[in-house]
């Protein structure tokens, strides 16, 4: 022991001098290559080309990091025809740039900053597409302005969380859905793209709407509406499905001269017109007047779909509300004449989609969220299939139909090359059981993701 601590006493010194001169050595090597260093790197920057050079650089590595490459395992790119295996969707910003067949990586791409999202194992959609929401309505809905403002913040989220990229809000409480619009355009709420009828026109202000009596009355409010920034109008061309004049025999209630009003003044300002309808004439008459979508239909005959079917007209069953009957039903809480005309519709409503869909009438999927709860949009399209729609032509109604009919076909509805990234995954495929359309763990709108 004590002859070893000797040596080091004595080693110590001598490793830490040899240790010292070596290093001032190399330090010296060192200035002099760090002097010789500068004055080169000082040249090569005072020229023109280098500060090119410089400029260029961080630019291609910002729009580089903005590149977002999906591995999607099963990808449903137009809804309606076959499913692509093994595929990377190369997203720049808030756009589809391509699609690749297999999967190709950043370096692949000269891309080394592009981020990857691996859904290898996922069914990879288009996001969905309802076009009959109220988001301000609901179980969140209260009674006044402020309620309903809160509601549609609420319901905006549950919405895009469900897989819906975009919805078509068809009747609001007040104007509150044209500033929630701008505010999730702007990215401060959290919601799906909103094409926004703003309040309902009812005539004679039935069912709460805005006034539409005489000609004058009906100009006013459908202009109003627009001046607010309505993308869409919608009328109440029969009485609410949940008063009995919404019966098969109900009339229509619109003066041939104040529908011709509406939809005269909506289509000088290119906006188009969805017409809420129940009893079998209203609809035959409001489209007679250049309506673009029957929500609901469910008395509609064959001369209605044959009309439809001939014009283009979209309908937009809104079977999902059956949920809700069922319910009251099953809990004793409607009776009588109200319990008769129910069932009723129950009873006839499917048998005219049916009808609608062999016909080859087309149809676009919308939940009437707010009178069902927000956030189980989904419901739609599983009940649709139940009626013995196929999974494929369920889906194709729920986005690419829906693209259609918002006249957005170019920019959304399929996750093709120069649409809007809003892409969407479930964790099983909905082609095999459309269930499977609940199980949604990816959102991404915009290029932006909401939901991983
Ligand atoms: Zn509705």
Redesign the pocket.
């Known amino acids: 022991m004590g002859s070893s601590d000797e040596k080091l006493y004595y080693l110590r010194p001598m490793r830490v001098m040899v240790s010292v001169k070596f290093h001032a050595f190399w330090e010296a090597i060192m200035q002099k290559i760090t002097v010789i260093l500068m004055i080169m790197v000082g040249m090569v920057l005072s020229s023109p080309i280098s500060h090119a050079e410089e400029k260029a650089k961080p630019k291609k590595q910002a729009v580089e990091k903005n590149i977002t490459l999906i591995h999607a395992g099963t990808l449903l790119a137009v809804p309606g025809q076959d499913t692509l295996t093994e595929q990377t969707i190369v997203i720049d910003g808030a756009r589809i740039k391509e699609v690749h067949a297999g999967y190709v990586t950043g370096a692949d791409l000269l891309l080394p900053y592009a981020r990857i999202i691996d859904l290898k194992d996922k069914f990879v959609l288009p996001g969905l597409m309802d076009v009959?929401v109220?988001l301000t309505m609901g179980e969140d809905g209260g009674d006044g302005p402020d309620d309903s403002a809160l509601a549609g913040v609420i319901n905006a989220k549950k919405t895009l969380m469900a897989g819906y990229t975009t919805v078509r809000d068809?009747?609001s409480m007040g104007d509150v859905i044209f500033k929630l619009r701008k505010k999730i355009n702007k990215g401060d709420i959290d919601g799906p793209r909103i094409f926004a009828a703003g309040q309902i026109i009812g005539v004679g202000a039935l069912d709460g709407g805005l006034e539409c009596n005489g000609v004058e009355s009906c100009r006013r409010t459908t202009r109003s509406l627009i001046a607010k920034g309505a993308d869409w109008i919608k009328i109440y061309s029969s009485c609410s499905g949940s008063k009995l004049c919404s019966n098969k025999d109900g009339a229509p209630v619109f003066f041939d001269d104040e529908i011709t009003a509406v939809t005269e003044v909506a289509k000088k300002y290119g906006v188009k017109v969805a017409a809420?309808s129940h009893p079998r004439d209203s609809a035959l008459f409001v489209l007679k007047y250049g309506v673009s979508s029957i929500?609901h239909g469910s008395f509609m005959n064959d001369k209605a779909l044959k009309a439809m079917k001939k014009q283009g007209v979209y309908f937009v069953p809104?079977v999902g509300v059956h949920d809700m009957l069922e319910k009251l039903k099953r809990e004793g809480k409607v009776k009588g004449r109200v319990l008769a005309h129910n069932d009723t519709f129950m009873k006839i409503h499917p048998e005219t989609i049916k009808n609608a869909y062999s016909k080859g009438v087309k149809i676009a999927t919308g939940s009437?969220a707010?009178?069902v709860p927000h956030g189980k949009n989904y419901r739609e399209i599983e009940r649709l299939v139940d009626l013995g729609i196929t999974p494929s032509d369920a889906l194709k109604m729920a986005t690419v139909n829906g693209a259609d009919l918002l006249d957005q076909s170019s920019d959304l509805g399929t996750v093709e090359a120069g649409k809007y990234a809003d892409i969407i995954a479930l964790s099983a495929n909905p082609l095999q059981d459309i269930d499977n359309i609940e199980k949604v763990i990816f959102v991404m709108k915009n290029g932006r993701i909401y939901k991983d």
């Open positions: 009959h109220h068809v009747g809420h929500e809104t009437d707010g009178v």
